[in-house]
């Protein structure tokens, strides 16, 4: 019972930290906010900053989900599943959890934080990096078709990016809700339209000389 009050706590003091430096982050510019303005902000000690956070792009990389998630998602699949409709699935369903609890309304300053911060863009190729990699040895592990595998990967990966640019050009700075429902609608049908053409070229028979 202990225990679990104490991970609760523990759980409450890495979100209240994560949560006071977007806020500064997204207000101010990565590279202006240091680790000691946070720690101050959440009144918390700067050693209580990096026990929940290893290094300073951790606290604005605060969701392994976008590139840890695919993975975990082919990997929880049922046997036999198309995995390109299982990463459809896990994308759409990820959208709309974000929409959901408001975060994609602040999407354009997120990634012109990121623009403007080149430990950020480091880290951010880093994470899709991963996140690539990760994704074919999950494909790996349920089929031997490791060149497929690769290319399923490296292609979820071009249409994550085209996806996000096109969330971009959907949301208007300083979006209502109305219009960030409206973005929404229009993002899902582009995810359909991106995944079926994934789908479509990777179903194409080879060329016969």
Do not use: C
């Not at 290893?54 to 590139?67: H, R, T, Y």
């Not at 480091?122 to 690539?132: D, H, S, V």
């Not at 060149?147 to 969330?167: D, G, S, T, Y």
Request: charged content about 25%; glycine content about 4%.
């Amino acid at each position: 019972m202990e225990t679990g009050r104490r991970e609760r706590k523990k759980q409450q003091t890495r979100q209240a930290i994560s949560d006071v430096a977007t806020t500064l982050f997204l207000e101010r510019g990565f590279d202006a906010v240091t680790v000691a303005e946070v720690a101050r902000a959440a009144d918390v000690a700067v050693q209580t900053v990096f026990n929940h956070f290893p290094a300073k792009e951790d606290l604005f990389f605060d969701e392994p989900g976008w590139w840890m998630g695919p993975a975990r998602a082919v990997r929880e699949a049922p046997p036999g599943a198309d995995p390109v409709n299982v990463l459809e699935a896990a994308y759409l369903s990820e959208t709309r959890e974000r929409f959901e609890v408001g975060h994609l309304a602040t999407w354009k300053q997120f990634v012109r934080t990121i623009e403007g911060s080149p430990a950020l863009l480091a880290r951010r190729r880093l994470n899709a990096a991963e996140m690539e990699t990760s994704l074919a040895e999950a494909l790996d592990e349920r089929n031997p078709w490791q060149l497929r595998n690769r290319l399923i990967a490296a292609q979820f990966a071009a249409a994550q990016k085209v996806l996000e640019e096109q969330l971009m050009r959907l949301l208007p700075d300083e979006a209502s809700a109305d219009q960030v429902r409206q973005a929404q609608a229009e993002l899902e049908r582009a995810i359909t339209e991106v995944f079926g053409v994934l789908r479509h070229g990777l179903a194409l028979p080879a060329a016969t000389a």
